[in-house]
């Protein structure tokens, strides 16, 4: 099972993909910091879960929300961000998305949203929807 991350904050990034990859065994963790990378990528992204931010430098996570929906629809989405409101947790449910978590900025805030991850993809696993990716 692969676990993609999308956020231009390069250091948050590597953290949080560090706290995925020990709180989610077997998982490959993938960090994408520029929509451009993420875009060239998706398309090849098989039985795997997104966590995208929604504020991307120059970009809306609502916005690639959006295109990831449309070109793999099967793809479960997580929202983070650090500036939630309940507009864009509604855009997001709207859009598709599978969940929206706030984004953690403390180590313990971190693998709290791993092991939410965790249990989603157990939980989507289990229910065979990630190999129809």
């Known amino acids: 099972m692969m676990i993609a991350v999308v956020d231009d904050d390069h250091r ?3 953290q949080f993909a560090r706290m995925c990859q020990y709180s989610v065994p077997g998982a490959t963790v993938v ?11 998706l398309d090849a992204l098989d039985q795997c879960i997104i966590v995208l931010d929604l504020v991307l ?26 500036h939630v409101t309940d507009e864009a947790r509604y855009a997001a449910r709207r859009l598709g998305a599978a969940g929206f978590e706030d984004k953690p900025r403390d180590a313990d805030g971190m693998r709290a949203l791993c092991n939410s991850v965790a249990r989603f993809s157990r939980s989507v696993d289990a229910a065979g929807l990630l190999s129809q990716g």
Request: proline residues 5%.
């Open 12 to 14: 948050y990034l590597v």
């Open 31 to 41: 960090g994408f910091t520029t929509v451009e990378d993420f875009d060239r990528h």
């Open 57 to 82: 430098a120059g970009d809306s996570g609502l916005r690639v929300l959006a295109e990831v929906r449309r070109r793999r629809p099967t793809l479960p989405v997580i929202m983070i961000s650090a």
